[in-house]
Every structure is written in structure tokens, then in C-alpha cells.
């Protein structure tokens, strides 16, 4: 809850005004397609985080929707992240990609053979795409960027610093590949969820038990997103006082995630 505080803060400079925080005046100096699609961006994945938050009493067999929400949120704030440090010419084309993808979503057609739809509101839709969406028009160029997850977050270390590409980097490897196999249905999505985390006898309480490792594990790479993000902006514009708070907010937070079990008082 307290990155959420930082979040909100981030999210109330990008786009209502300056404010001040620990003595330092914080005022935001994007480029304005920089600050409107990575405040959208950060705002949609602060959502997301929300809404795992409401998750974590889960137990038992819900708890599998929590992968979904938790890869959203990790992308949005890579996105969010990616674009802060990139050029305010990469940021509006990623601006131009909305109308785009909405006008693609009413004209395309989707399946292999017999089993394929095809819808269209646009009568001419070869002379629109040359004609208003030129750049999406090339081979291989229908996408906002052409970068994968790895160079995105690459990028982000490049560009905006170590600290946020690092907190990325972890919440990619504990979150991607695992939420795309649960994602997309496949035969180890379904086994991992329902048995890697067991051991011994096989119960039903011992099957609610290890989903809430599962949290546990989704909850740290959020978390690793949330601050990657949070070290984006702040670093990205050289506000020092927040960005010394999401370090020890940040380092709080991953003692409290290496804690032993034993250590935390039980349940009530």
C-alpha cells in the first residue's frame, strides 16, 4: 500500500502539477507524449496492482486468475518505464498506435482456412493505411515498437539507469514466461498450478497452502515491477528525495518477501 502511495504521487506530478516531498519540489519535465501514454500506462498498471491486492485472501483454485492481472501490470509499468526514457518521437508513435489498433480491431480478419471471420467498417481499408496510419503500413511495422520484453527492459537500463532495468529484470523472470503457460492453457500451466508447489501428501488444505506461495511469488515480481517503474521516473527526472524513498521502500520490501514464515506472527 505504501507503493501505491509512491505510485500516486508519481501519477498526480505527471499529470496535475508539481508537488513537493521531503523539502524537494517535484515538478515533472517530460516531453508531453512521454508524459500522457507513460502516465496512462502507469495508471492502468496501478489498477492491476490493486486488484491483486484484493486477490491476496485468495486461496485454492482462484488463485490462478491472479497470473493474468500480475503479467498485465508487469508489462504496463515495463511500458510505462520503456517509455519515460525513450524519445518524445517513440512516445507519439506509441500515442498514434491507439487510434490505429482501434480503426485494425474493425478491420481484420482472424482463422486458417474454412474456420476464419473476417469483419470490416472501412471500405477502403488499403487506402486508409497508406493514407492516415502510413507508418503502421510496412511489413512488420504494424506494432507500437518492435522491441521484445528483454530489449525493452535493456533499454530501460540503457537509458534511464541500472536500478530500474534490475527491478524489471525480476519481475519478468518470476512473472513472464510462468503467466504465459497459465495464460495460454498449456499442459505445464495447468500442472504447475495444481502441483509444483506440493509436497507430501497430496490434500486439499495442503493444495490451499501452496497456492499461497503462489501469491506469494506474484505478489515479489509486482512488486520488483512497481519499483522499477517508481525508479524510472524519479531517476529519469532527478527528483532525489522520492528516489531515495522507493530505495528504501524497495529494500523493505524484499527483506520482508525473504522472511522465513516463522517469522511473521499467525493468522488469526
Known amino acids: 500500500m505504501l507503493q501505491q502511495e509512491f505510485l500516486r504521487l508519481a501519477l498526480y506530478v505527471a499529470s496535475q502539477g508539481s508537488a513537493t516531498f521531503e523539502g524537494e519540489r517535484l515538478v515533472c519535465s517530460l ?3 512521454q508524459r500522457r501514454i507513460s502516465t496512462h500506462l502507469a495508471m492502468g498498471a496501478g489498477q492491476s496492482l ?8 485468495l486461496r485454492g483454485v482462484p488463485v490462478r486468475d491472479a497470473y493474468p492481472v500480475a503479467r498485465s501490470a508487469f508489462e504496463s509499468f515495463l511500458n510505462a518505464s520503456y ?12 500515442i498514434r498506435y491507439i487510434d490505429y489498433a ?10 486458417s482456412g474454412e474456420f476464419s471471420l473476417e469483419i470490416g467498417s472501412d471500405a477502403n481499408p488499403h487506402v486508409t493505411l497508406a493514407e492516415k496510419f502510413p507508418e503502421f503500413s510496412e511489413k512488420g511495422k504494424g506494432n507500437w515498437t518492435n522491441l521484445d520484453v528483454p530489449s525493452r527492459i535493456r533499454k530501460v537500463g540503457e537509458i534511464v539507469g541500472r536500478r530500474a532495468a534490475s527491478r524489471l ?7 513472464y514466461s510462468l503467466s504465459s503457460e497459465i495464460i495460454h492453457g498449456s499442459p505445464f500451466g495447468v500442472s504447475y498450478f495444481l502441483s509444483a508447489h506440493q509436497t507430501g501428501e497430496k490434500t486439499t488444505d495442503g493444495f490451499r497452502a501452496a497456492t499461497v506461495c ?6 515479489i515480481g509486482v512488486l520488483h515491477a512497481g ?12 527528483m532525489q528525495a522520492p528516489l531515495k524513498a522507493e530505495e528504501k521502500l524497495f529494500n523493505r520490501l524484499l527483506k520482508l518477501s525473504t522472511k522465513p514464515a516463522s517469522g511473521f506472527p499467525s493468522a488469526s
Open 227 to 238: 519499483c522499477g517503474y517508481l525508479a524510472a521516473f524519479f531517476g529519469q527526472q532527478d
Open 169 to 175: 529484470l525480476a519481475a519478468d523472470f518470476l512473472i
Open 31 to 33: 516531453g508531453e507524449g
Open 214 to 219: 503462489q501469491l506469494e511469488e506474484i505478489l
Open 83 to 94: 517509455l519515460l526514457g525513450e524519445s518524445d518521437e517513440v512516445a507519439s508513435r506509441a
Open 50 to 57: 490493486e486488484t491483486l491486492l484484493r486477490m491476496a485472501k
Open 102 to 111: 482501434a480503426w485494425k480491431h474493425f478491420n481484420r480478419k482472424r482463422g
